[in-house]
């Protein structure tokens, strides 16, 4: 069972991926923001780097790409994450917003399904910004690689960006 799974209690469809390679591997930006340091994202767990490397993005656009060509892996019931392995390996989750998992999928809207196979800015997830600030949740989004093989992360991006930068290598 995968860190997504023990996550949000779901079984895995595809127990069989494969793991990093030594090789740096890119993360595209996956929405419109500001990025955020791992120290910065508004939730220990996140921040703390507990649940893997990664980064945030502060969104001032609705929609989230796919990062990378790969498999969506997962989609939590609520809507409000969805993690995405790329096709050389790299598992991420990225989990709009803090604490949105109480929304219970209000101002969230799937547009993909689990196993679906996606190219590098395939639309995922269209999220209502302005929702999730009146259910008093901070937008903050974490993008977060969840392998556990304790790889690291260059960022490759700062300030204000577009889906589809260059964000981070592993």
Same mark, same amino acid.
């Given at each position: 069972?995968?860190?997504? %799974?023990?996550?949000?209690?779901?079984?895995?469809?595809?127990?069989?991926?494969?793991?990093?390679?030594?090789?740096?591997?890119?993360? $595209?930006? +996956?929405?419109?923001?500001?990025?955020?340091?791992?120290?910065?994202?508004?939730?220990?767990?996140?921040?703390?780097?507990?649940?893997? +490397?990664?980064?945030?993005?502060?969104?001032?656009?609705?929609?989230?790409?796919? +990062?990378?060509?790969?498999?969506?892996?997962?989609?939590?019931?609520?809507?409000?994450?969805?993690?995405?392995?790329?096709?050389?390996?790299?598992? $991420?989750?990225?989990h709009v917003g803090m604490d949105t998992v109480d929304m219970?999928?209000?101002?969230?809207?799937?547009?993909?399904?689990?196993?679906?196979?996606?190219?590098?800015?395939?639309?995922? $997830?269209?999220? %209502?910004?302005?929702?999730?600030?009146?259910?008093?949740?901070?937008?903050?989004?974490?993008?977060?690689?969840?392998?556990?093989?304790?790889?690291?992360?260059?960022? $490759?991006?700062?300030?204000?960006?577009?889906?589809?930068?260059?964000?981070?290598?592993?």
């Open positions: 069972m995968g860190f997504f %799974d023990k996550l949000f209690g779901g079984k895995s469809k595809d127990e069989n991926t494969a793991k990093f390679t030594n090789q740096s591997k890119t993360v $595209l930006t +996956p929405l419109q923001g500001k990025v955020l340091a791992q120290a910065d994202i508004p939730d220990e767990t996140f921040a703390q780097g507990i649940l893997g +490397p990664g980064c945030g993005i502060e969104p001032t656009g609705d929609t989230v790409y796919a +990062p990378f060509d790969g498999t969506v892996t997962q989609i939590a019931t609520t809507l409000h994450a969805v993690g995405i392995t790329s096709n050389d390996g790299i598992e $991420l989750l990225i219970k999928g209000q101002g969230f809207t799937a547009l993909v399904k689990e196993n679906q196979k996606v190219s590098a800015g395939t639309p995922l $997830l269209k999220v %209502d910004l302005d929702a999730v600030r009146a259910a008093g949740h901070p937008t903050a989004t974490a993008i977060i690689v969840t392998d556990g093989a304790g790889d690291e992360v260059k960022m $490759l991006a700062e300030g204000d960006v577009a889906p589809g930068t260059p964000l981070f290598k592993v």
